[in-house]
Every structure is written in C-alpha cells, then in structure tokens.
C-alpha cells in the first residue's frame, strides 16, 4: 500500500499536477557584446559645369554636367557640391575656348570660390566635369590638389561633344594617387540637355553596373 502510495506521488510530481504554476523561463542573457552596425557609407557628387553659350547646343541655363550630376545625386541618395571657380568664365563659348586652353598650356590652377570643407566623410566622391580641350577643366586640377582623396572611391563621370573621357581618367588618377578610382561614364552635353530620358537611360545603366 506504502509503493503505491509513494508511486502515485512521484506521477503526479513529474507531470506537473502539483498545482504549482512554473515560471516562465527567461531567455539566457547574452553577455556578449552586439557588433555596432557599420555606418552607412556617405556619398558626394562634385561636379564643375558653366552655363552660357555651349558647344552645337546654344544658350543653355543649366550646364549639361549639372544635369547628370543631379541625376546621379537622386539615384544615389549623394549629396553635391558645385565646383565654382573664383572668377566665373565668360557665358559666351569662343571666349571661353580661348581662355580655357590658355590655362591648359600653362597648366594653371585657377583659384575656386570657395572649397568643400566636409569631404572627410564621405567614402564614395562622383566627380563631374565637361572635357575641355581633350581634358580636365585646369580648375578641376585646383579641386582634386586642394583635397585629400586618400582611402575614397573616386566615380568620374563627363559630358563632352565627342570626346568622351579622353585621357581624365588618368589625371584623376594621378592627382589622387591614394585614391580607388573606377571606370567612368561619358553622356554626350546634347544628350543631357535635350534627351533627358536617353541620359537617364545611360545613367541608370552605368550606376547598376556599378552596384547601385
Ligand atoms: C572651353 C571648352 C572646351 C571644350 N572642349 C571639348 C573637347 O575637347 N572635346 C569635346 O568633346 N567637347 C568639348 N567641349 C564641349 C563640352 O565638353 C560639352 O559641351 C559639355 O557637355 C559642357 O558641359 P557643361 O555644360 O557642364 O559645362 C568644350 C567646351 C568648352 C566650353
């Protein structure tokens, strides 16, 4: 009588028919410590263009580099920054040709407006230029040389009439030796001025080619 006493306690104690209520568990505390996300990596797009008179185009009011250069900081989510020379160059185009490839010949650094003064933080710079004379406009020379570009990605990218990239993509290297510097895009001005949707085509293409 005693054994079946004793055996019916222990059922009802390992089914739990005590009546006692358990505690809920509480999950063990981790006590390692959570890796901090890494911080979102900031993007500028830098970019020089003139308005005035432009190459088979006429007048224009928005430069044609300006209009990818928003296009791209939409796409992206960059901020921008204009690249103003200290004296603007002449709306009107011939004059602006001749000055421009005085400044090439003597490789001058003519004088900016004002520089960035933020660039430390941010890790992938799209640099935005016209080709003049087959090149960098000397003032973009004078922005790439005020600034420190070691450890960023560079992304450059023109406008032209025909040129292309020619060989700026190998200035910019050599002016930011420290930096990662990709593969560019070059849209034709017109295209940028009167095509809008043809640019943003291009655009689109080459930013996803490069994982945006
Ligand atoms: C001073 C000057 C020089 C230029 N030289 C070239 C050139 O060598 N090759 C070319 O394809 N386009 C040349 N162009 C045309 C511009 O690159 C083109 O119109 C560009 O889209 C202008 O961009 P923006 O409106 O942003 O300044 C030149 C334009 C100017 C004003």
């Given at each position: 009588m005693k054994k079946i006493f004793l055996l019916l306690l222990m059922i009802l104690t390992v089914s739990g028919c005590g009546g006692e209520e358990k505690a809920p568990v509480e999950p063990e505390k981790k006590s390692v410590e959570q890796t901090p996300a890494p911080t979102d990596k900031k993007i500028l797009v830098v970019y020089f263009s003139r308005t005035g008179e432009e190459y088979s185009?006429?007048?224009?009011?928005?430069?044609n580099t300006a209009i990818v250069a928003e296009m791209i900081a939409a796409k992206t989510g960059a901020d921008t920054f204009e690249i103003k020379p200290a004296v603007a160059y002449p709306d009107a185009y011939e004059p602006c040709t001749e000055i421009a490839k005085k400044e090439l010949e003597s490789n001058a650094r003519p004088a900016l407006e004002k520089n960035i003064d933020?660039?430390?933080?941010?890790d992938t710079v799209f640099i935005g230029f016209p080709i003049w004379w087959g090149a960098l406009p000397r003032v973009m020379m004078t922005f790439l040389e005020a600034n420190d570009f070691s450890g960023k990605t560079i992304v450059p990218f023109c406008t032209h009439g025909?040129?292309?990239?020619?060989g700026t993509v190998r200035e910019i290297k050599d002016a930011c030796p420290n930096a990662k510097v990709l593969d560019g895009l070059a849209i034709v001005g017109k295209t940028a001025q009167n095509d809008s949707a043809a640019a943003e085509m291009e655009v689109d293409a080459w930013l996803s080619g490069l994982g945006y």
């Open positions: 185009i006429g007048n224009i009011t928005k430069g933020n660039l430390a933080q941010y025909g040129s292309g990239l020619a």
